[in-house]
């Protein structure tokens, strides 16, 4: 291997990857060395490549361990790297925090690797203490080596799942976009007084989860900027979501009296037509923000609390850029969702809610600001060429650098994870396969190049393995499109479930899989964010959007009219393969979906979710792919209030809980 190929696997830069049609792509020289500098490297300096090939390859093997060690919780296993001449000497371990302080010697302990430079020979050293806690741990090691110190992760095989092997339980829930929920208290945005009434509504008909949309910080200051998958900061919740009718237990009554009285609270509550104007709706309530906080200012009830917050977000996440203000608002979002999930957990649900993790962050977001030496340069993450994007998507988002990624013991990584589950059941990782690998898109002389680049997968999934346990909650990882088949293993043996859409569950000749075929350890559901709902879809009604916005021709809308025929003709064949023989290609939307539920919850997944749209009967899609101000994505609104949709639908989600609890 030469010098610089060795620096592209390094570096993780890919060679090859099979395409959506199974055609065998290699990645030329140009794009492989145009990854590299994007990762701050000049190719062309063989001096420099020669020095981090040093460096990462063979420095290793010269020191006893690395920043962090990976050991495994059920035996307390580690590797350590030692001159040969060291076997035969002790070496004492220290781990305070657990109550470790002992003597080993080396040559008691198996080889499981060596590496030979400059005529020495470093040997791997397999140490077992025996079972340990699970979590991160600070140990030292001294011995003929000298001292020196890291820090020991004490990894479990799998992470928090009582599920996995449990078939006696099958969760439902429910999955929504929470500024889409319409009340007549709120400011045209759902807010986490809607999720309550959701959470008491969903928990009396037998709910176990509400898998929400990313919740992350957005940008205040240009309002319009609403995708949740593109945001400022996954460390911290967007405060549009604070219910303002909801804040006595933080900020005292008498601070709510002094509110209400200078605040005209009810004028600006808004029942928003079918999208919402955030510029509005932002104006409002910030304006209202702004008077909340000077009346708290006037005598800060509980500030020993805010001020807790404060310093234990910024021990996570470093010295974040954000005014006592908008701490003062974080402080609030973090306890109203907090006293969500206690009300799912009061209400007798199994789970409660479900965060969504976004795939990255934007350039210019708080997030990219803290953590830019983690990144690489001018490389965007995106994806391959595919069906709908035969040139591939370029989602804007800018690219870690999988070298980087790994400084300060993972910091970054930990802080996202730690931060998404500590007030919730579960985690859902959206594109999931960015644990091992990201579609990098970047340009060379004017053209646009891209290509595989891989993370340190091990390290990643361990933090999601043990950050599980802490915090008791189950991950899901979105893993639709094209994964890594040592992904889908690893996800497996970790206890991660997968996430599939009905639409996607197709047999090679094109067929909808039988039910029993479906993925066991799961989260299966009709639809998501990214395609229309049942009702649109059945009755071509996405379609017609796409072509009343111009997004597709007349030709091609014929052409998707008639392959929507053909897939409704399979959809009726599934649902009659299934012994279902009321439904028929002149069935109302409706019963259709009623019918693939009913079918759905008699399955092996583990999980599945009710997609709130699909109650509403929603037509619009919440984001058409590949748009961004040609269509309103993610401002539209539900079509009804709760209350009406739950007592609507309250027959079909008590079927589908008692078809789950007996299946």
């Not at 090859?16 to 140009?30: A, H, L, N, R, T």
């Not at 303002?244 to 509110?259: H, K, P, Y």
């Not at 010295?319 to 009300?343: G, P």
């Not at 009804?640 to 079909?652: K, M």
Request: with cysteine.
């Amino acid at each position: 291997m030469t010098g610089l190929q060795q620096l592209y696997y390094l570096h993780g830069v890919g060679f090859d990857f099979v395409k959506y049609d199974g055609s065998y792509v290699v990645f030329d020289e140009v794009t492989r060395q145009t990854a590299i500098e994007c990762c701050g490297v000049d190719p062309q300096n063989l001096h420099e490549v020669e020095q981090i090939n040093f460096e990462l390859d063979i420095a290793p093997w010269t020191r006893v361990v690395e920043e962090v060690t990976l050991g495994n919780s059920e035996h307390g296993k580690f590797v350590i790297k030692v001159h040969e001449s060291h076997k035969y000497t002790g070496m004492s371990i220290k781990i305070p925090e657990i109550g470790i302080d002992t003597t080993v010697r080396l040559n008691e302990y198996p080889e499981v690797g060596d590496y030979v430079h400059d005529n020495n020979r470093y040997i791997a050293i397999e140490i077992d203490l025996g079972a340990m806690p699970i979590g991160y741990f600070n140990f030292s090691l001294e011995g003929a080596f000298g001292q020196v110190s890291s820090e020991l992760w004490s990894v479990p095989k799998r992470c928090f799942n009582p599920y996995d092997d449990n078939t006696d339980k099958k969760p439902l829930g429910i999955s929504l976009q929470l500024y889409t929920l319409k009340s007549d208290r709120n400011y045209g945005v759902g807010d986490f007084t809607d999720l309550k009434h959701l959470i008491e509504l969903f928990a009396q008909q037998g709910g176990d989860f509400v898998l929400l949309n990313p919740l992350h910080l957005l940008f205040a200051e240009h309002p319009e900027e609403a995708s949740p998958y593109s945001p400022s900061h996954r460390c911290l919740i967007n405060p549009l979501y604070i219910a303002l009718d909801d804040i006595e237990q933080w900020v005292g009554s008498d601070c709510v009296q002094r509110f209400a009285l200078i605040a005209d609270v009810q004028s600006e509550i808004s029942m928003s037509e079918t999208f919402i104007d955030y510029t509005k709706t932002s104006h409002v309530k910030y304006k209202l923000f702004r008077h909340l906080y000077e009346c708290w200012r006037q005598k800060p009830y509980q500030e020993s609390l805010l001020q807790d917050f404060i310093d234990d977000k910024k021990a996570a996440l470093g010295e974040i850029i954000l005014s006592q203000f908008d701490w003062f608002l974080q402080w609030l979002a973090f306890e109203q969702i907090a006293s969500c999930q206690a009300l799912c957990i009061a209400k007798g649900m199994e789970i409660g809610l479900v965060n969504d993790l976004a795939v990255g962050c934007t350039e210019s977001g708080l997030e990219y600001n803290s953590y830019q030496s983690s990144f690489s340069q001018n490389a965007n993450i995106g994806a391959p060429p595919d069906p709908w994007a035969e040139q591939g998507q370029n989602w804007g988002m800018p690219a870690l650098n999988p070298v980087k990624v790994k400084q300060d013991q993972f910091r970054y990584f930990r802080s996202l994870v730690k931060s998404n589950l500590s007030q919730v059941g579960a985690l859902r990782i959206d594109h999931v396969m960015s644990l091992r690998r990201l579609w990098w898109c970047f340009t060379k002389d004017e053209q646009d190049l891209g290509c595989y680049v891989y993370y340190p997968f091990e390290y990643l999934l361990a933090v999601l393995k043990i950050e599980s346990h802490l915090h008791s909650a189950i991950v899901i990882g979105e893993d639709l499109g094209v994964v890594p088949p040592e992904v889908t293993r690893a996800l497996e043996d970790s206890a991660i479930f997968g996430n599939t859409l009905f639409y996607f569950e197709k047999t090679d000749n094109g067929d909808f899989k039988p039910s029993e075929q479906l993925r066991k350890n799961a989260l299966i559901m009709v639809a998501n964010h990214d395609v229309p709902p049942f009702h649109g879809w059945w009755n071509g009604k996405d379609l017609d959007i796409k072509l009343s916005y111009k997004l597709i021709d007349t030709p091609q809308y014929e052409q998707s009219k008639s392959a929507r025929d053909t897939e409704k003709e399979r959809l009726i064949n599934w649902v009659s393969q299934h012994q279902v023989s009321n439904i028929d290609l002149n069935s109302p939307s409706q019963d259709v979906y009623q019918a693939v539920m009913f079918i759905l919850a008699k399955s092996g997944s583990r999980l599945l979710a009710i997609q709130l749209d699909d109650l509403d009967l929603q037509e619009f899609p919440v984001n058409i792919p590949g748009t961004h101000k040609e269509y309103p994505n993610w401002r539209r609104k539900l079509n009804h209030e709760l209350s009406e949709l739950f007592t609507f639908n309250q027959n079909f989600i008590q079927q589908l809980n008692a078809i789950r609890k007996q299946s």
